[in-house]
């Protein structure tokens, strides 16, 4: 192997990982320019915006705002006076009115939301042509669904087991994730929501494990601008009801730490999506994609949850403010803030040191 090819070879395992940490930074970027946006509208303060953490590999003055993109490409902040204590400054985060301080805490997770909104729907354009409803169009030759009091051809599936069916998507997860082949299910037939308490299906075993044969095939979907545009947003909503279903099971004990990836193992696992654009083509681009959306979803849905340090708790703190007519202790918030960033950090070590260890 001549130095060239050496070089070639450590080159194509290198970008990929390249364009992975710049997607990150990216996702990154998104979240903390709504923050600051919202925050520059409302004429509030901002002290420093930086991508990254540590110590700075690029930075500027503009006006009162410190910019830098710093070395650790995992994070990123909107410093804004005030925000953590007392300031005297008019213009400080915490002199500013409860609703422009709700909205300044919320526009970093809307725009990750609206960015995953979009994703999808660049998802859904290149798949126009390949759209499914949630509407039955036939069964197969062996279906067992439509027997006895069953599915029928022009049934639109509505709920499966009591939740909602937003996406073709959704009804292959709900499917899959059950293990004895009988479910429950809603569907809208002659204009009338009908309950079908027990539907049957077939069970298929494979790796030791049983899962739900599916016996039916589903119309297309419109292609036109607004049969897309509603389609990605059925499929936004899915993605982030997956995530609060992950979250269950995380918290049910049904998924455990190995099944938790930090942002080693999410940037693995987003070169590994770029290469195969080089080998998939369009169908590699769309993998990509997909995950993007979902951790874009992830994080914007993960940052409104009343976790202590994270943007949810902090919405939570100024809402009982506002109740309340005045806000709550600065120190006691302070000490909330300050347990729940250790525990967070705790936990990221450790989900590091997982991601790290299974890369070898």
Same mark, same amino acid.
């Given at each position: 192997?001549?130095?060239?090819?050496?070089?070639? +070879?450590?080159? +194509?395992?290198?970008?990929? @990982?390249?364009?992975?940490?710049?997607?990150?930074?990216?996702?990154?970027?998104?979240?903390?320019?709504?923050?600051?946006?919202?925050?520059?509208?409302?004429? @509030?303060?901002?002290?420093?915006?930086?991508?990254?953490?540590?110590?700075?590999?690029?930075?500027?003055?503009?006006?009162?705002?410190?910019?830098?993109?710093?070395?650790?490409?995992?994070?990123?902040?909107?410093?804004?006076?005030?925000?953590?204590?007392? !300031?005297?400054?008019?213009?400080?985060?915490?002199?500013?009115? =409860?609703?422009?301080?709700?909205?300044?805490?919320?526009?970093?997770?809307?725009?990750?939301?609206?960015?995953?909104?979009?994703?999808?729907?660049?998802?859904?354009?290149?798949?126009? $042509? +390949?759209?499914?409803?949630?509407?039955?169009?036939?069964?197969?030759?062996?279906?067992?669904?439509?027997?006895?009091?069953?599915?029928?051809?022009?049934?639109?599936?509505?709920?499966?087991? $009591?939740?909602?069916?937003?996406?073709?998507?959704?009804?292959?997860?709900?499917?899959?994730?059950?293990?004895?082949?009988?479910?429950?299910?809603?569907?809208?037939?002659?204009?009338? $929501?009908?309950?079908?308490?027990?539907?049957?299906?077939?069970?298929?075993?494979?790796?030791?494990? !049983?899962?739900?044969?599916?016996?039916?095939?589903?119309?297309?979907?419109?292609?036109?601008?607004?049969?897309?545009?509603?389609?990605?947003? /059925?499929?936004?909503?899915?993605?982030?009801?997956? =995530?609060?279903?992950?979250?269950?099971?995380?918290?049910?004990?049904?998924?455990?730490?190995?099944?938790?990836?930090?942002? @080693?193992? @999410?940037?693995?696992?987003? !070169?590994?999506?770029? !290469?195969?654009?080089?080998?998939?083509?369009?169908?590699?681009?769309?993998?990509?994609?997909?995950?993007?959306?979902?951790?874009?979803? /992830?994080?914007?849905?993960?940052?409104?949850?009343?976790?202590?340090?994270?943007?949810?708790?902090?919405?939570?703190?100024?809402?009982?403010?506002?109740?309340?007519?005045?806000?709550?202790?600065?120190?006691?918030?302070?000490?909330?803030?300050?347990?729940?960033?250790?525990?967070?950090?705790?936990?990221?070590?450790?989900?590091?040191?997982?991601? =790290?260890?299974?890369?070898?």
């Amino acid at each position: 192997m001549t130095v060239i090819d050496t070089v070639l +070879n450590i080159w +194509n395992m290198v970008w990929p @990982v390249l364009v992975a940490i710049l997607i990150f930074g990216l996702i990154i970027f998104i979240h903390e320019f709504g923050h600051f946006l919202f925050a520059k509208l409302f004429k @509030v303060r901002v002290n420093q915006f930086a991508i990254g953490f540590g110590p700075a590999i690029f930075k500027f003055q503009k006006g009162e705002t410190l910019y830098a993109i710093r070395i650790l490409p995992f994070g990123g902040y909107c410093a804004m006076e005030g925000e953590d204590g007392q !300031s005297e400054d008019p213009r400080a985060f915490g002199n500013a009115k =409860v609703y422009k301080r709700i909205i300044i805490c919320a526009a970093g997770a809307v725009f990750n939301l609206i960015l995953g909104f979009l994703i999808m729907l660049t998802i859904v354009s290149i798949q126009s $042509n +390949n759209l499914a409803s949630t509407t039955i169009s036939r069964f197969d030759d062996h279906a067992v669904s439509n027997t006895g009091q069953g599915l029928q051809v022009g049934d639109r599936i509505l709920k499966i087991n $009591n939740r909602h069916i937003f996406s073709s998507d959704d009804i292959s997860y709900m499917l899959a994730s059950d293990e004895d082949g009988v479910v429950s299910m809603q569907v809208k037939r002659d204009g009338e $929501n009908i309950t079908l308490d027990a539907v049957q299906f077939d069970m298929q075993e494979q790796d030791g494990r !049983s899962f739900i044969e599916l016996d039916f095939w589903v119309e297309p979907v419109d292609a036109g601008f607004f049969g897309i545009i509603g389609e990605s947003f /059925n499929r936004t909503l899915s993605m982030g009801r997956l =995530v609060w279903m992950s979250l269950g099971d995380l918290l049910t004990g049904k998924y455990g730490l190995n099944d938790i990836s930090g942002p @080693v193992g @999410v940037t693995s696992m987003m !070169s590994s999506a770029v !290469s195969s654009i080089a080998v998939n083509g369009v169908d590699g681009l769309i993998y990509l994609l997909r995950i993007l959306s979902l951790i874009i979803i /992830n994080l914007g849905i993960f940052n409104l949850l009343p976790v202590p340090a994270l943007d949810g708790s902090r919405i939570l703190f100024l809402i009982i403010e506002w109740i309340r007519g005045k806000p709550i202790d600065p120190k006691k918030e302070g000490m909330v803030h300050a347990i729940g960033m250790a525990v967070l950090l705790v936990l990221m070590v450790v989900i590091l040191f997982k991601d =790290v260890w299974a890369l070898f």
